[in-house]
């Protein structure tokens, strides 16, 4: 009977064992197939070479509102053409749009790898106060471009740090982006009243103090020599430059800009999002991350467009006003769908599919389902227009998917142990009465 019982412990505990990893098999990329992606192959997809790639792809129409904040009775500062640097925004959003109501937008996430999306971007010009105030104040998860590069307007009955913090509290709590178009940001205050003065570098160092970063300015280096100009950076000339057109070149056309008032890169580690123009670690175009911290839920994108003259690959001077408008909002757009779309499904090591994939595949399934809870949540976020709650959840469900431990048999173990010794003394109790019934039958 002992050895029945070790027997059948033995197999038990193999049967934990073995159980702890059923249903196991290799993760690959159609694992995280959805309601809202799927993973197709596409052979003719030549950008990812000769054998194609995979793509994500979606039936869902994905929207986007910017606002172009343009008063009338407020001036320019770097340009004297407001209207074309309008133009410039509006020519932006009409590369997608076209003759058509919805444009395809292509965001490679890897090598082999891109997401296509159905995209309907909505422009509104903010032609008066009210509107614009009224705009700051409530605005939510939608995009901001000032074209009145380093003024800031600022209404009727707000001091300039006052309307400072609204804009702060705009990217900080309600999923803004802010776009600035040339110049020194925030150099200038323009109010309602028709008043001018100048902030000078402190405009900024407010702004950036919400993030821990009140000593920053935008200033080139020491080093700094105005005839060697900025470049645009392969990230924008790439990204941006796949299917966003202008004067029948792509965005790569305009290939130098004037290093003018950009931020050093070491003063925004751990925030920073991208180049769009760059000398060394200098960059008077830049996408910041705009949060408390790395890890705040909510967060908005500072899109830091100081230039206001650009030249092309032979250094020939091009119309400064438009390009403005043209690549600050483009970087902004670009980053509203491809920032959620990398932390989704990116290949560069940190995305939230791939931790998912990874811990399935080392049978780490302890909280596994909370991370897959988390990524539908930032599948439906994204489903809906909210592309920076999408990314927050993504990267939440990363978060939790590395932290994933292998599922401990222990308790189950111990339960079966129970189970076993249990019926084992059921078994003898009732071998011992057989006994006894069997002596006093023959007694």
């Not at 790898?113 to 971007?121: E, P, T």
């Not at 389902?369 to 439906?380: G, H, R, V």
Request: contains cysteine; charged residues 20%.
């Amino acid at each position: 009977m002992k050895k029945a019982i070790v027997i059948l412990l033995i197999v038990i505990l193999m049967g934990v064992s073995v159980g702890s990893s059923a249903g196991f098999c290799v993760a690959s990329e159609d694992t995280l197939d959805n309601e809202l992606f799927k993973f197709v192959w596409d052979d003719t997809l030549g950008v990812l070479g000769a054998w194609g790639g995979y793509c994500i792809v979606s039936d869902k129409i994905f929207p986007l509102e910017v606002y172009a904040v343009s008063l009338p009775d407020v001036g320019n500062y770097r340009v004297s053409n407001r209207s074309a640097v309008v133009e410039g925004v509006r020519k932006t959003t009409k590369i997608y749009l076209g003759d058509a109501d919805v444009k395809e937008l292509v965001i490679p996430l890897w090598f082999n790898l891109i997401m296509k999306l159905n995209v309907s971007i909505s422009l509104h010009l903010v032609e008066d106060w009210e509107t614009y105030k009224t705009l700051v104040e409530t605005g939510n998860n939608t995009i901001i471009v000032n074209t009145h590069d380093e003024y800031l307007p600022v209404p009727d009955g707000f001091r300039k740090e006052e309307w400072m913090d609204k804009i702060a509290d705009f990217m900080l709590n309600r999923w803004g982006t802010w776009v600035h178009a040339g110049g020194y940001p925030f150099y200038r205050v323009w109010y309602q009243n028709r008043t001018q003065e100048e902030w000078l570098e402190n405009g900024f160092k407010h702004l950036m103090g919400y993030i821990g970063k009140g000593n920053v300015t935008c200033y080139p280096p020491p080093s700094w020599r105005p005839d060697d100009p900025a470049t645009l950076a392969d990230w924008a000339a790439q990204n941006l430059g796949i299917n966003w057109y202008l004067y029948g070149h792509n965005i790569g056309y305009f290939h130098y800009a004037d290093q003018s008032f950009p931020i050093n890169y070491e003063d925004f580690k751990g925030q920073f999002l991208g180049r769009i123009y760059s000398y060394r670690d200098y960059m008077p175009g830049s996408i910041i991350r705009y949060s408390y911290n790395q890890s705040a839920f909510y967060f908005g994108i500072y899109i830091h467009m100081s230039a206001w003259q650009f030249y092309d690959i032979d250094g020939i001077k091009l119309p400064s006003e438009p390009v403005m408008g043209f690549i600050s909002t483009a970087a902004a757009i670009y980053e509203e769908f491809s920032y959620s779309a990398c932390n989704l499904y990116g290949r560069a090591g940190d995305s939230a599919s791939e931790a998912i994939q990874k811990a399935e595949k080392e049978g780490r399934t302890a909280k596994l389902a909370e991370a897959k809870s988390l990524f539908q949540n930032s599948l439906d976020a994204f489903a809906d227009g909210n592309y920076k709650l999408a990314a927050t959840y993504a990267m939440q469900a990363k978060e939790t998917a590395e932290k994933a431990t292998v599922q401990s048999a222990l308790p189950q173990t111990i339960a079966l142990i129970a189970i076993v010794i249990a019926s084992a003394g059921v078994g003898t109790y009732y071998k011992i009465k057989n006994n006894k019934n069997k002596k006093e039958e023959s007694g």
